[in-house]
Nanobody, 116 residues
């Protein structure tokens, strides 16, 4: 059974930091291209960051470059998103995505709210 379970979301003040985790199970994690997406209220889901199965290269949305870092630990079947210098516009539900050839899996999402 394929599972992607996100954690680490919450409420943080502007300028603060959060680290999201996505624990994977039920598939060969190291084969999969892993990504973080987010969806704010009233907006379309957008790609935030992505990482290859080997751990690099990585890709980031322009809006998060220099503030967010995606990484993975294939031994732990986990992908991370380190988020620094958070802004109110980063508020969204963050989703983990796994993709390999024709297969694609999504997590249930974790809420990130940036507010004073």
């Amino acid at each position: 059974q394929v599972q992607l379970v996100e954690s680490g979301g919450g409420l943080v003040q502007p300028g603060g930091s959060l680290r999201l985790s996505c624990a994977a199970s039920g598939f060969t994690f190291s084969n999969y291209f892993m990504s973080w997406y987010r969806q704010a209220p009233g907006k379309e889901r957008e790609l935030v960051a992505a990482i290859t199965g080997a751990g690099g290269p990585t890709n980031y949305a322009d809006s998060v470059k220099g503030r967010f870092t995606i990484s993975r630990d294939n031994a732990k079947n986990t992908v991370y998103l380190e988020m620094n210098s958070l802004k109110p516009e980063d508020t969204a539900v963050y989703y983990c995505n796994a993709a390999f050839k024709r297969w694609e899996h999504w997590g249930q999402g974790t809420q990130v709210t940036v507010s004073s």
